[in-house]
């Protein structure tokens, strides 16, 4: 075992592939279904908002899809990221777990966001689509998009989840910095955004439902999601594939993953190639997701078919989900602020290959607080709840007195997010549960759909 603390690969170690994880996990039981006949969905009922090259991945059975030099040769401004491992915090926690994170806030938007969007942008131009049409939630995803089409030459017009258009206006001059348009959302540019006039604070759902729509009415406009879908999970696995080859630099391999879920996509980055390996090699590996308590999708959400958007323009999807018209509290992790999740992971979570946990965002902050103490970084609001989480692991290691590796994902740093560190110490903010006749209310709105398999 090494006794460095950062563990640095060549740009040539930058991978060349992404890993699949469907191909391991077979046919899904449960297609994603078409809005409106329920049919299971076809690839031209995608191909008027998405290209063609993602419609392909979003259904591939391959295990391995290749990364297109043109992305690789973007991917080389930031990657491959670091992995550290976290001595002095090992040190305050007093375990004897061995903690490792892998820091993707390195890139130039400051998160893993930047991974797939690179690859969105590319396939999009490829096939001749003049601007993209997004959501975003604390503007992570946006500021990430307007980057990879500024870098491809597309137009990119973002709706911007209210609550954050207000308390992030950095993010949003980032996205005009890289030359990408920012609407408050719900907007009054679409009748999506008229609809639901009164949420002014608004929600992921209702963003995305402005994107699509901008995205279906016009010709030359696709609609590219930061979360969620096949495709996009598949681009954040070159994080788990480095950390594997930089894990084997420092001579360990983990008895725990832990990442913070959104939607899903840095969870799956990093989780999807070591689930592999569990299914592969016979690995035992345990996987965690960790959630934010006022948004508990995976933990308290009903595992049903139901549409990724507040109105209903999107595929009926088989996931955990909270009701498409749920409108979280405004807690400050923005990016974890939404109604349901990967169907992939969802499905895992199913079959109990990943552990779903809550956490209260006062005590994500109390964690983010301390890690930035001993490691330096302030992370963002998002991946502050995985560290909370990898705490409670390292005190199980020290209760259990094992040497456990814990490695998880550091998806983004915290510089636009400072107001939220400031109200955390002023005792501002609050722990929101959702009450239970809130969430049952919600979930009896989920749409007629068949039973899930
Ligand atoms: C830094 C960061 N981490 C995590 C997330 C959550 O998204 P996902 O679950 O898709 O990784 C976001 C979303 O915006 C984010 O900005």
Not at 138 to 147: E, I, K, N
Not at 360 to 388: K, L, S
């Amino acid at each position: 075992m090494s006794d460095e603390v950062k563990f640095m690969l060549p740009e040539s170690a930058i991978p060349t592939q992404w890993v699949n994880l469907l191909a391991d996990l077979g046919p899904p039981p449960n297609p994603p279904l078409h809005p409106a006949t329920q049919q299971p969905l076809g690839p031209e009922d995608l191909a008027p908002i998405f290209p063609m090259a993602l419609i392909e991945q979003e259904v591939s059975g391959e295990p391995e899809i290749a990364i297109p030099d043109e992305v690789r040769d973007v991917y080389r401004l930031w990657r491959p990221t670091p992995l550290y491992r976290a001595r002095r915090l090992e040190r305050t926690l007093d375990t004897p777990a061995h903690i490792y994170y892998k820091y993707e806030g390195v890139s130039p938007a400051g998160s893993h966001k930047p991974n797939t969007a690179v690859a969105q942008a590319f396939y999009n131009q490829q096939e001749g689509v003049r601007k993209l049409a997004t959501e975003t939630g604390a503007g992570q995803w946006g500021s990430a998009l307007a980057l990879a089409c500024q870098l491809f030459g597309l137009e990119c017009e973002v709706f911007m989840v209210g609550v954050s258009y207000d308390q992030k206006p950095y993010r949003r001059a980032m996205i005009e910095t890289w030359g990408g348009t920012v609407h408050r959302s719900p907007s009054e540019l679409t009748d999506a955004g008229r609809s639901q006039a009164e949420h002014t604070s608004g929600s992921l759902g209702i963003a995305i439902s402005e994107a699509v729509e901008v995205a279906a009415s016009n010709e030359d406009t696709n609609y590219s999601l930061g979360s969620v879908l096949n495709h996009v999970c598949l681009h954040q696995t070159v994080i788990g594939q480095e950390s594997i080859a930089q894990l084997e630099l420092a001579g360990e391999y983990p008895d725990v993953v832990v990442g913070c879920v959104g939607g899903g996509s840095n969870f799956a980055g990093l989780a999807y190639p070591f689930i592999r390996a569990n299914l592969r090699e016979d690995r035992s590996t345990r996987f965690i997701a960790a959630e934010p308590a006022a948004c508990p999708t995976l933990t308290r959400g009903a595992f049903r078919y139901d549409f990724g958007d507040t109105v209903g323009l999107t595929p009926l999807m088989p996931m955990y989900t909270l009701g498409h018209d749920f409108v979280p509290p405004p807690v400050h992790a923005g990016g974890l602020r939404y109604h349901g999740d990967a169907p992939s992971l969802s499905a895992l979570v199913k079959e109990g290959l990943v552990e779903p946990k809550a956490v209260a965002q006062t005590a994500a902050f109390e964690a983010a607080v301390r890690f930035a103490r001993c490691e330096g970084i302030i992370p963002g609001p998002e991946p502050a709840h995985a560290i909370r989480a990898v705490f409670d692991e390292a005190e199980a290691a020290k209760e259990a007195g094992e040497e456990r590796v814990i490695l998880f994902n550091l998806s983004g740093h915290g510089h636009f997010d400072m107001s939220a560190y400031s109200a955390y110490f002023a005792g501002e903010l609050e722990d929101l549960e959702m009450p239970e006749d809130e969430l049952a209310s919600a979930l009896d709105r989920l749409p007629e759909a068949p039973a899930l398999a």
